[in-house]
């Protein structure tokens, strides 16, 4: 199993920055993409950025020049820094990765994983 451990959300005032870190661990073989969603209070979840093992990243127009994904392969970590934070930024943000873990017997399979979220609140 490949669990996923998210971090760094809490309350900022609007114009801060807050950094968010998820790092996997398990039996992992390879992670091909990794991005960040969020879900605010009676809206759908929406994608804020993926970031794939070769570097090409993404990003929703809300969020672009303010938020920038990063990824640490040899951690395993993927990061979304966010800076100039708006109120319409509130809401819970999952971690989401798609790879291939290994399994008994010593193959391997694709999955996809997804962090219990965490979540960031911007007010004053």
């Known amino acids: 199993q490949v669990q996923l451990v998210e971090s760094g959300g809490g309350l900022v005032q609007p114009g801060r920055s807050l950094r968010l870190s998820c790092a996997a661990s398990?039996?992992?073989?390879?992670?091909?993409?990794m991005g960040w969603y969020r879900q605010a209070p009676g809206k759908q979840r929406e994608l804020v950025a993926s970031?794939?093992?070769?570097?090409?990243?993404n990003y929703a127009d809300s969020v672009k020049g303010r938020f920038t994904i990063s990824r640490d392969n040899a951690e395993n970590t993927v990061y979304l820094q966010m800076n100039s934070l708006k109120p319409e930024d509130t809401a819970v943000y999952y971690c989401?990765?798609?790879?291939?873990?290994?399994?008994?017997?010593?193959?391997?399979?694709?999955?996809?994983?997804w962090g219990e979220g965490t979540l960031v609140t911007v007010s004053s």
């Open positions: 989401n990765v798609h790879g291939s873990d290994l399994v008994a017997g010593g193959t391997s399979r694709n999955f996809e994983g």
């Open positions: 398990g039996s992992i073989f390879t992670i091909y993409t």
């Open positions: 970031i794939t093992s070769g570097g090409s990243t």
